[in-house]
């Protein structure tokens, strides 16, 4: 509710009177956003910058959620393939040259989507049986050695490769359907691979 003032009051007590109504209109839609956030998700990390806003225009003495110890997030296992499970989804993509390589060279390299979909042909070095991964974690390149289950699938999709007739990115090493690079944000390559006529 605003302060009022009668006129006889001083100027400074109209300042005062501003302060107040100008406050008291922060603190409703202070109110009003708080309402709405506490409806969705992020309610600790609102509470949290809420009460930093508190601190910093000096509304509290200190930040109660400072105090507060985080838990720490449990380190998931990383999920395996059992043998039957990694045979049938091999036995699945066997049909298809280059789903059966893009298998492969996440099961034989343990690379990432993001690297996989960055490969270009030129990253492929048969003679010395490797594969250099330049785009991995932390912007660093590394050399796989390529396994000859995988040199095999990659030499009979590189071949099936060269005569198909939409390409699009020349360079790029695994294409879609369309010719063009892979994008593992739209549509994860596994699945792209699997299933998908």
Excluded: W
Aim: proline share 4%.
């Amino acid at each position: 509710m605003p302060f009022h003032c009668s006129s006889s009051l001083s100027s400074s007590s109209i300042g005062f009177q501003r302060l107040i109504d100008r406050s008291h209109v922060e603190l409703v839609e202070a109110r009003h956003v708080l309402a709405q956030h506490l409806r969705t998700r992020g309610r600790r990390q609102f509470v949290r910058h809420f009460l930093k806003f508190l601190k910093e225009n000096n509304i509290i003495a200190g930040n109660p959620a400072e105090t507060v110890i985080r838990a720490r997030k449990e380190e998931k296992d990383p999920t395996v393939l059992f043998k039957n499970e990694y045979k049938a989804l091999l036995f699945e993509a066997q049909g298809n040259s280059r789903d059966y390589a893009i298998l492969l060279t996440f099961l034989k390299s343990g690379i990432r989507e993001s690297e996989l979909a960055a490969l270009e042909i030129d990253d492929i070095d048969f003679a010395h049986d490797e594969l250099t991964v330049r785009e991995g974690k932390g912007k660093k390149e590394r050399k796989i050695p390529l396994m000859p289950e995988l040199k095999r699938a990659l030499k009979r999709y590189l071949a099936d490769r060269d005569r198909q007739d939409n390409i699009v990115d020349e360079e790029t090493l695994f294409l879609a359907r369309n010719g063009t690079s892979l994008n593992p944000t739209a549509t994860p390559i596994v699945d792209m691979s699997i299933g998908t006529p």
